[in-house]
């Protein structure tokens, strides 16, 4: 309950404190959008940082040396929790918007934020929504902005990822630009698998080596959703040392703990 308090007073501290900056930068957006967007990223970092650490969260950042600084690139990472944003943003090291759900637009000073870093909200159960971030994202790229985007279309309530959705990668198809696999794990042990309250947890947001589409097989560049899933689902093999105390693992361990005393 402590951690939560925290984490809530945390946000509304912030948003207080940077409310000014906000308002000048609305105010510069239609002038030089792109600046803007510089601007407030490394601001939307800092807070998201702080979120986690009053959260109790352990942040490993893995693969930051794989992220391409001299082009624009679409980010296709697998979708754990509701903090999945909160990692990116405090990691990303280039300018990037999120596509986000749509319900993210309804709180107020957050969505006022995302909207400054080229963040899109998407109605999932909307066609049109879909099709217009895909032109926005393309727009975004073109115009020098990476975009952060997961393919699964909806968070996995299981350790198995869903489906990445082909569509997705018109981002990348479409504006030629590289895609980096993005493997999270352990934000749902933040607040999902603990709710109401929020616990003290690790997790792990890893960047790959990015998926250059003229380095593709015609197949391979068929179904480029599925190559990156494989990528990702690779990656993600390697967390589990990351995460086994967290508390959600506890029956893992105690599992682990009996196999251990039976084999001995």
């Known amino acids: 309950m402590i951690l939560l308090i925290t984490t809530i007073l945390t946000l509304v501290l912030y948003f207080i404190i940077t409310s000014p900056l906000l308002i000048v930068l609305e105010l510069m957006r239609l002038r030089n959008p792109v600046l803007v967007s510089k601007i407030a990223q490394p601001v939307v970092k800092a807070g998201f940082s702080a979120v986690l650490f009053c959260a109790g969260t352990r942040v490993v950042k893995l693969g930051l040396e794989n992220v391409p600084k001299d082009t624009p690139v679409m980010f296709a990472a697998n979708h754990r929790g509701l903090l999945d944003a909160a990692l990116a943003y405090a990691s990303l090291p280039v300018v990037t918007g999120i596509v986000s759900k ?67 990668f018109k981002i990348s198809t479409k504006s030629g630009c590289p895609i980096v696999p993005v493997a999270i794990s352990g934000s749902d042990d933040i607040f999902e698998n603990s709710k109401p309250f929020v616990k003290r947890a690790t997790a792990v947001i890893e960047y790959g080596k990015p998926i250059y589409l003229k380095d593709l097989s015609e197949e391979e560049l068929k179904f480029v959703g599925a190559y990156t899933q494989k990528i990702v689902g690779t990656m993600l093999e390697g967390h589990e040392k990351y995460l086994f105390k967290n508390p959600s693992r506890k029956a893992e361990r105690k599992a682990a703990a009996l196999k251990e005393t039976i084999e001995k």
Not at 105 to 134: A, E, H, Q, T, V
Not at 152 to 167: A, C, I, L, Q, V
């Open 102 to 168: 749509k319900e993210l637009r309804k709180i107020p000073f957050l969505s006022w934020w995302m909207d400054l870093c080229n963040c899109f909200f998407l109605d999932r159960k909307d066609p049109r929504s879909g099709l217009k971030m895909i032109l926005k994202s393309i727009d975004n790229v073109n115009a020098g902005v990476s975009m952060f985007i997961a393919p699964e279309g909806t968070r996995s309530k299981t350790r198995d990822m869903n489906p990445f959705k082909e569509g997705s």
